[in-house]
């Protein structure tokens, strides 16, 4: 299975043609013949996705100092990482679906998969799996983020707890403002000489959840590529 990961193969038919041809050369592998697509089958339906996890792991554990040696990048903070989802659908008689129903078609269910990137190695450190439906700031709260780290997502990641956790540990992070948010400005700075002209507004505000006061810093910038804030 990781080397029909590697070579893109797409079916068991497929990957019993190819090892087929290297029939002669699985020895190393400890077989003597290949295994019937029917075998294969069944050993990857009971196969859990732990098992390459584990391999992953153990990979960027073992060569993951060497990632960042090699990469260009100078970033002007250390211990950037940066965190996002993406959907796999699938049916929905499988897993749930997510958001509203579509006007035309059926909703199709799926798998969310949640990474976290080093930025300086351009490789996952971190990756989970859920349901398509579950809400998107539920994976913060598997990250073990270091004092000083920064970490940046979008606004689907928004969880002030989590925010309120992460200034008592001096995390820092970088998101989008939901248009629905709440808050009340506290102070606002005056712009300095080198401030770029796309910063319009730079602020304090603090926000209230549960009780909870939290201090955010909010800064408005216009982006001329997209003609928005």
């Not at 796999?88 to 199709?108: A, E, H, Q, T, W």
Request: glycine share 6%; charged share 25%.
């Amino acid at each position: 299975m990781l080397y029909a990961a590697l070579s893109g193969v797409s079916s068991l038919r497929e990957l019993s043609t190819v090892m087929l041809a290297c029939e002669g050369k699985l020895s190393h592998l400890g077989l003597e013949s290949f295994p019937r697509r029917s075998t294969l089958s069944d050993a990857n339906a009971n196969r859990t996705s732990e098992v390459f996890a584990s391999i992953y792991y153990s990979l960027l554990d073992k060569y993951g100092r060497f990632l960042s040696d090699s990469n260009s990048l100078r970033l002007p903070v250390k211990h950037l990482k940066i965190v996002d989802s993406s959907t796999i659908s699938l049916f929905s008689d499988i897993l749930k679906g997510v958001g509203r129903n579509p006007i035309n078609g059926r909703k199709k269910g799926g798998i969310k998969m949640h990474t976290m990137i080093n930025a300086l190695e351009d490789v996952p450190c971190l990756v989970r799996f859920s349901s398509a439906a579950t809400h998107d700031h539920t994976f913060l709260r598997e990250l073990d983020l270091k004092k000083g780290s920064f970490v940046v997502f979008d606004k689907a990641y928004t969880d002030y707890r989590q925010f309120f956790e992460w200034t008592q540990q001096d995390i820092y992070f970088v998101t989008r403002q939901k248009e629905n948010a709440s808050y009340k400005n506290l102070e606002e700075f005056d712009p300095q000489h080198n401030t770029p002209n796309n910063i319009l507004r730079d602020e304090i505000i603090t926000v209230e959840k549960n009780g909870q006061i939290i201090e955010l810093r909010r800064v408005a910038y216009w982006d001329d590529g997209k003609k928005n804030l």
